[in-house]
């Protein structure tokens, strides 16, 4: 397991340009990108500060992926607004 920049995604010779451009999305509607761990098959990384990971195998694109990321962040957040009557979990 490899700890990663930003920087180093966009590297020629370390980076994954279809990871890269994730990070690049996320980060241009506003969110933080932080604690990017490099493993054999995936990506472990957080979103505000919620943990998610990335296969190097996914198939769809980058924009469907980060829409998928934007509705779970969503749906975490509406779920921490709300106190009362809702599993956590």
């Known amino acids: ?4 920049t930003l920087e180093d995604l966009h590297s020629k010779d370390i980076g994954h340009r279809k990871f ?5 999305l996320l980060i241009d509607k506003g969110h933080k990108v932080t604690n990017i761990v490099e493993c054999y098959e ?8 919620y943990y998610f990971e990335y296969s190097k195998n996914w198939k769809s ?8 990321l934007l509705n779970i962040l969503d749906m975490k ?3 921490n607004e709300r106190n009362s009557g809702i599993w956590k979990f």
């Open 42 to 49: 995936k990506f472990k990384f957080n979103v505000d500060d």
């Open 1 to 4: 397991m490899k700890k990663r």
């Open 77 to 79: 957040k509406r779920m």
């Open 61 to 68: 694109s980058t924009k469907e992926f980060v829409s998928y």
């Open 20 to 24: 890269a451009s994730v990070c690049d």
